[in-house]
């Protein structure tokens, strides 16, 4: 069967304005500021919606097959004279930041820069305080400037316009190919192959459940804490869904969104209603504790996001899927250090470690889980293993041979959907047979 994507990149665009507190500061330093809430609801987005995000029915934005990439300075930077910008949505008190925090602090520890080197915004919003927070960093010397939400784009493409020298690099977005700006780049990870690899921790789950008689196999059903609707989410969700259904062939699944990437009260009760509907499981793509909280109250499995939710649900959380932004961030500066172009669009996973989970919690996981999480994983980086391999899905009864989108690109060839290759941002928005959304 043959699918024609339909696109509306500006309802992506619009989609979401996240809040967050006060304009932010600005350190040369590791340390981040104090939490001004507690970290269970701190204001603050997961990976945020790319072009290809747009409510259910749109997806993937144009773009080449080849990314093309934009010029650095040919004899490159030395490394004493660096200054290496970051703008953040958050701080290091919420998973989402505190995974891109990570990464600037392996980036800073694999070429030995000193801290004053690295210049940081905090709780910088999604609106002018970016635009403002990126020219700063710019006026201070910095020669790259990294932001971490989607919000951020337009501010920094209005940034990188203004400062051709400057390099621009943007977590989640999809303008940089299309924005004619030889120094803004677009960045993501394959996170879809953790969230897999979380969902077949999930699957031997349900098995060892169903072995030991605490559900029937057709009770083997999966709720999914969703931020909103957007192809990055339902890649992630379906991907999930796709790995506990590799092992536990009756596994089904549930999605509750609930408009928000970090809302502690909502996703608990999205949790608490999808505990109600008769899941057995729950997973999440949103930042806060709410879910885990919830399920460790209601004894029921849970897989989180970002970092290990085993502090919060001790008894009940199995694992998380999480990315690594070490790589590409060490990448992108070691670009001007040899004076490499930087590429527009970058996106790798488990290969190159820019993917992976958190520890599992053998209190929690089924006996074998390591085991077969070190095969998966294996299967993953070698290739052997494609995500999305259209033999294990179906939509409305039927296989998909061809995913086009209004540009033109082909997304099914070889026998699966060759997500984040075309572009950095997730494209699947794919409703596949055994996922339901629970409404209210």
């Known amino acids: 069967m043959k699918k024609v994507l339909s696109i509306a990149l500006t309802a992506a665009l619009c989609a979401v304005t996240l809040a967050a507190c006060g304009g932010g500061s600005t350190t040369a330093t590791t340390a981040a500021p104090a939490a001004t809430e507690a970290a269970t ?35 490159g930077i030395p490394k004493d004279s660096l200054r290496i910008g970051f703008i953040f949505i958050g701080d290091e008190n919420e998973g989402y930041t505190a995974a891109h925090y990570e990464g600037a602090k392996g980036m800073q520890q694999a070429l030995g820069l000193a801290d004053s080197q690295i210049l940081i915004k905090w709780q910088i919003p999604e609106d002018e305080t970016c635009y403002d927070a990126a020219v700063d960093l710019a006026d201070q010397g910095c020669q790259i400037v990294f932001a971490n939400s989607f919000g951020h784009e337009q501010y920094m493409m209005q940034a990188a316009e203004e400062f051709p020298d400057v390099e621009f690099c943007h977590a989640t977005g999809y303008q940089a190919a299309s924005s004619g700006l030889e120094n803004m780049h677009n960045y993501f990870t394959a996170v879809y192959e953790s969230r ?36 990055e989410v339902i890649s992630g969700y379906t991907s999930f869904f796709l790995g ?30 999808l505990i109600a509907a008769g899941c057995v499981l729950i997973s999440q793509h949103a930042d806060t504790t709410g879910a885990p909280t919830t399920c460790e109250a209601a004894g029921v499995p849970i897989v989180g996001y970002n970092i290990s939710m085993i502090a919060t649900a001790p008894t009940q959380a199995l694992t998380s899927a999480s990315i690594n932004w070490a790589p590409y961030v060490t990448f992108a500066v070691q670009c001007l250090i040899d004076g490499d172009p930087i590429p527009v669009d970058w996106c790798e996973g488990y290969a190159t470690g820019a993917d992976r989970i958190t520890e599992l919690n053998e209190a929690a996981v089924a006996p074998g889980t390591a085991e077969k999480v070190a095969e998966v994983e294996a299967a993953i980086k070698s290739g052997e293993l494609k995500v999305f391999d259209t033999s294990t899905w179906t939509e409305n009864g039927q296989k998909l041979d061809s995913y086009v989108d209004d540009y033109g690109n082909e997304y099914i060839w070889d026998g699966y959907f060759h997500e984040s290759e075309l572009a950095s941002a997730p494209s699947f928005a794919i409703k596949i047979d055994g996922i339901t959304d629970l409404t209210d």
């Open 41 to 75: 609801a701190a204001p603050a987005a997961t990976a945020a919606p790319a072009a290809t995000e747009a409510p259910a029915a749109t997806t993937a934005a144009p773009a080449a097959t080849e990314a093309p990439a934009t010029e650095a300075p040919s004899a």
């Open 244 to 273: 506990a259904r590799s092992v536990c062939p009756t596994a089904t699944m549930k999605v509750k969104y609930v408009n928000s990437w970090a809302d502690f009260a909502l996703e608990k009760e999205a949790a608490q209603a």
């Open 196 to 231: 897999y690899v979380s969902g077949v921790v999930a699957g031997l789950k349900l098995n060892q459940m169903i072995e030991d008689g605490k559900i029937t196999a057709d009770q083997a059903v999966m709720g999914y804490v969703g931020a909103f609707p957007y192809a």
